[in-house]
């Protein structure tokens, strides 16, 4: 079974720094695209950034400048650098994932558990 665990969130102060990560694990035979999203309470979850397998990206503009998105292919892993965190930044952020099981008849969405990243004025 393929799974996405999330780690890196946690509090910090406006003009901080946070590096999350996203592994994926389990039978995988290919990834395809990878990327953050972010969901605040009452509102669509939304687009942080993405990052194909060969490493072509795409970022929400709210974040274009301060975050950075790349992976390490032989890891399964995507990672997101915050740098400049403004408070408007506080959410819960997930991982998702185009993942091709070892057997499997197609690509398949993965989604992780989440992980909150707070920033204080």
């Known amino acids: 079974q393929v799974q996405l665990v999330e780690s890196g969130g946690g509090s910090v102060q406006a003009g901080g720094s946070l590096r999350l990560s996203c592994a994926a694990s389990g039978s995988i035979a290919s990834i395809n695209v990878m990327g953050w999203y972010r969901q605040t309470p009452g509102k669509l979850r939304e687009l942080v950034a993405t990052?194909?397998?060969?490493?072509?990206?795409n970022s929400a503009d709210s974040v274009k400048g301060r975050f950075t998105i790349s992976r390490d292919n032989a890891k399964n892993t995507v990672y997101l650098q915050m740098n400049s965190l403004k408070p408007e930044d506080t959410a819960v952020y997930f991982c998702?994932?185009?993942?091709?099981?070892?057997?499997?008849?197609?690509?398949?969405?993965?989604w992780g558990q989440g992980t909150l990243v707070t920033v204080s004025p």
């Open positions: 990052i194909t397998g060969a490493g072509a990206t």
């Open positions: 998702r994932a185009i993942i091709l099981a070892t057997f499997s008849a197609g690509y398949v969405e993965h």
